[in-house]
């Protein structure tokens, strides 16, 4: 059944089956709640292990990167499964290696807009006619319901990347790429930003995709050990490490976690080819990076 679903299109509800599933099948796996989206659906995790010190990876901040929820997926079942039973996963004996750990996995970040991809405008309930005055094709739809790009609504460089969507003609709600009125205005970035400032949050990775890239860095700040581990992800994966040049990114969630907290934080574009990246696609993927993801956490 699980397996079932890591191999079908992403969707809320399926996320929330295997989420459930994986609970009740790994007593070490707790399922929790980081939040609600505008629309109210869950923004649900799977925590693994009870350290204080937690690791985070994040998902499907953009709805045409819904491979990354399937990715994530797949390798929290594969963990779920090893630290429950004592195995090895990458050569490691993980329920050692998480000893003081804990891994917080978060497939779905933007819910509210995985749906309106799949389903049109109809899955956006009181924000339906916003969405069909943007766009009534939603098969590039990358935002949130309120049409806010999830990860350009983190408080990094706000107003700078402002001035960036301005220059491209992007002054309000839109398919990607809007912003929002100010840097967490959003439910989906709140709830991020607020789980972790209330949990000793000690690294975070955001998937997306494609590219086979590492980012690590933000504005020129490179925090204590992130280049040693962004080296071995590196080598592990064979994706390619990315020192951004002239103007940086802004607004993304790693970019604010790692101007507030000066803590490893990790961008992975999965993947190779055209966004949205084809269900053939995962395994080829997930083979090529799991031992990084596995490093991920335990580094
Ligand atoms: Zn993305």
Avoid at 27 to 39: E, F, P, Y
Avoid at 152 to 162: E, M, Q, R, T, Y
Avoid at 230 to 258: N, V
């Amino acid at each position: 059944m699980i397996e079932k679903i890591i191999y079908s299109p992403a969707s809320y509800e399926g996320v929330d089956a295997a989420l459930k599933l994986i609970s009740v099948y790994c007593r070490s796996a707790k399922k929790i709640n980081i939040g609600k989206s505008v629309l109210n659906r869950k923004i649900d995790a799977i925590k693994i292990g009870d350290g204080e010190n937690i690791v985070l990876y994040a998902g499907c901040f953009h709805p045409i990167e819904d491979l990354t929820v399937n990715l994530l997926l797949k390798f929290l079942w594969e963990l779920s499964k090893k630290y429950e039973s004592f195995e090895h996963i990458a050569g490691i004996n993980i329920r050692n290696a998480l000893e003081g750990r804990s891994v917080v996995i978060a497939p779905l970040i933007n819910p509210d807009g995985l749906e309106i991809r799949r389903e049109g405008p109809s899955a956006a309930g009181n924000y339906r006619s916003l969405i069909e005055g943007i766009t009534n094709d939603t098969f590039y739809w990358n935002a949130n319901a309120r049409g806010v790009d999830i990860n350009h609504n983190f408080d990094a460089g706000h107003d700078i990347l402002k001035k960036m969507e301005e220059a491209e003609g992007i002054f309000g709600p839109a398919i990607k790429k809007y912003g929002g009125p100010y840097p967490e205005s959003e439910p989906e970035s709140r709830a991020l930003c607020d789980f972790c400032r209330n949990n000793n949050v000690i690294s975070v990775s955001a998937f997306h995709s494609q590219g086979e890239e590492i980012y690590y860095t933000y504005n020129g700040d490179i925090p204590y050990r992130s280049t040693l581990i962004a080296k071995i992800l590196s080598s592990f994966s064979g994706y390619k490490l990315i020192l951004p040049e002239g103007t940086a990114s802004h607004g993304g969630f790693k970019d604010w976690f790692i101007k507030e907290f000066s803590r490893p934080g990790f961008t992975f574009e999965i993947g190779k080819g055209e966004n949205p990246l084809p269900l053939e696609d995962l395994d080829s993927i997930y083979l090529k990076i799991y031992e990084a993801l596995v490093y991920g956490i335990i580094l």
